[in-house]
């Protein structure tokens, strides 16, 4: 069996597997010169030949034992009718913004995530047989963020204050997400991925009892669902930010791994999940672009905290535009050195 996929499946491997969040991206010079042509991020993430060959470089460049699709978790906003733009040196908007409309004044459209099947089938196609290809979709309680505000935040304030005030609509609204992201993710898996990943990149702004309701919650709904409709693919979760309340959100969610971020200590993590649980990560992105003593030290400490349990080996949270590329070639040498 693939490395990553046993490992997601609770082997424990002799050398760890890895992939990168956001391995397919900015800090490549094949990335730029494609998104160049293209015109633009959303123009290319929705020409499956050019997504695909996106999806493809890293592998071609560092043999990653994953791929992960490239795509955005606002293709689900978008097919639930907002407009989705990404302005030049902005970051994405979403109108209308439901802070001021309802679902009902939306047209949904899952039309518009056919692209992403067909780059998915591309990919699958394509893929060296020993490499294991993730899709991915954002969680409900980040889509919101953004499908609330019509735009990204550093805290979430205006859609913590919506959902406090307003939880009955608010609430519609996760529900709406949470069917689309089903049948999204069913559909990629569909088309060939092996495993899917949850993102939810604004989990930690939440308190205690909203975490509760808007993090755990919606994704035990949408793991179950996967669950019972693929019981062979594998669900990893990712709550950013969720701190001490991960071996919660691992029990609640049935997830089948657990991705972690940087802030959170691997030895901790190690001692209070739940025993056999796969993790993965969390080697700090700051870290990958140091390199040198640095970088070796975290990454042993990383690979340390987790030598008895399932391992992925990742970052805690996206690779950055200006890593260099000799770091990343580093950090596999060290992760497979045992190879």
């Given at each position: 069996?693939?490395?990553?996929?046993?490992?997601?499946?609770?082997?424990?491997?002799?050398?760890?597997?890895?992939?990168?969040?956001?391995?397919?991206?900015?800090?490549?010079?094949?990335?730029?010169?494609?998104?160049?042509?293209?015109?633009?991020?959303?123009?290319?993430?929705?020409?499956?030949?050019?997504?695909?060959?996106?999806?493809?470089?890293?592998?071609?460049?560092?043999?990653?034992?994953?791929?992960?699709?490239?795509?955005?978790?606002?293709?689900?906003?978008?097919?639930?009718?907002?407009?989705?733009?990404?302005?030049?040196?902005?970051?994405?908007?979403?109108?209308?913004?439901?802070?001021?409309?309802?679902?009902?004044?939306?047209?949904?459209?899952?039309?518009?995530?056919?692209?992403?099947?067909?780059?998915?089938?591309?990919v699958a196609a394509a893929l060296p047989p020993e490499t294991t290809f993730l899709g991915f979709a954002g969680s409900p309680w980040t889509v919101a963020t953004y499908m609330v505000a019509g735009h990204g935040s550093r805290d979430q304030s205006e859609t913590r204050r919506f959902a406090y005030a307003d939880?009955?609509?608010?609430?519609?609204?996760?529900?709406?997400?949470?069917?689309?992201?089903?049948?999204?993710?069913?559909?990629?898996?569909?088309?060939?991925?092996?495993?899917?990943?949850?993102?939810?990149?604004?989990?930690?702004?939440?308190?205690?009892?909203?975490?509760?309701?808007?993090?755990?919650?919606?994704?035990?709904?949408?793991?179950?669902?996967?669950?019972?409709?693929?019981?062979?693919?594998?669900?990893?979760?990712?709550?950013?930010?969720?701190?001490?309340?991960?071996?919660?959100?691992?029990?609640?969610?049935?997830?089948?791994?657990?991705?972690?971020?940087?802030?959170?200590?691997?030895?901790?993590?190690?001692?209070?999940?739940?025993?056999?649980?796969?993790?993965?990560?969390?080697?700090?992105?700051?870290?990958?672009?140091?390199?040198?003593?640095?970088?070796?030290?975290?990454?042993?400490?990383?690979?340390?905290?987790?030598?008895?349990?399932?391992?992925?080996?990742?970052?805690?949270?996206?690779?950055?535009?200006?890593?260099?590329?000799?770091?990343?070639?580093?950090?596999?040498?060290?992760?497979?050195?045992?190879?």
């Amino acid at each position: 069996m693939k490395p990553l996929l046993a490992t997601l499946r609770g082997e424990k491997q002799a050398i760890a597997p890895v992939w990168l969040m956001r391995q397919a991206g900015r800090y490549l010079p094949e990335y730029r010169a494609l998104r160049a042509e293209k015109g633009g991020f959303l123009a290319l993430a929705t020409d499956p030949e050019a997504a695909a060959e996106v999806t493809l470089q890293p592998i071609r460049r560092f043999g990653f034992d994953g791929a992960i699709l490239f795509s955005d978790i606002l293709m689900v906003p978008a097919a639930l009718g907002q407009s989705l733009s990404f302005g030049a040196g902005e970051g994405p908007a979403l109108a209308p913004p439901l802070l001021g409309h309802t679902l009902a004044a939306l047209t949904p459209k899952p039309a518009f995530l056919d692209p992403v099947y067909a780059t998915v089938r591309n990919v699958a196609a394509a893929l060296p047989p020993e490499t294991t290809f993730l899709g991915f979709a954002g969680s409900p309680w980040t889509v919101a963020t953004y499908m609330v505000a019509g735009h990204g935040s550093r805290d979430q304030s205006e859609t913590r204050r919506f959902a406090y005030a307003d939880p009955v609509r608010f609430g519609e609204i996760i529900d709406a997400i949470v069917r689309m992201t089903i049948d999204y993710l069913s559909h990629q898996i569909g088309a060939g991925v092996e495993t899917v990943q949850l993102f939810d990149s604004w989990a930690g702004s939440l308190s205690p009892a909203q975490f509760e309701r808007w993090v755990i919650a919606p994704n035990a709904a949408i793991v179950a669902a996967l669950h019972a409709r693929h019981p062979q693919i594998p669900v990893i979760g990712f709550p950013k930010g969720a701190g001490g309340k991960l071996p919660a959100y691992a029990r609640e969610t049935a997830v089948d791994a657990l991705g972690l971020d940087e802030t959170v200590d691997p030895h901790w993590a190690a001692l209070n999940l739940p025993v056999g649980l796969p993790v993965q990560g969390n080697l700090d992105p700051l870290a990958l672009i140091a390199g040198g003593a640095a970088l070796e030290a975290a990454v042993a400490n990383v690979l340390e905290a987790f030598a008895d349990r399932p391992h992925i080996f990742n970052l805690g949270h996206g690779i950055l535009q200006d890593t260099p590329i000799g770091n990343v070639e580093r950090l596999l040498a060290l992760v497979r050195r045992a190879r």
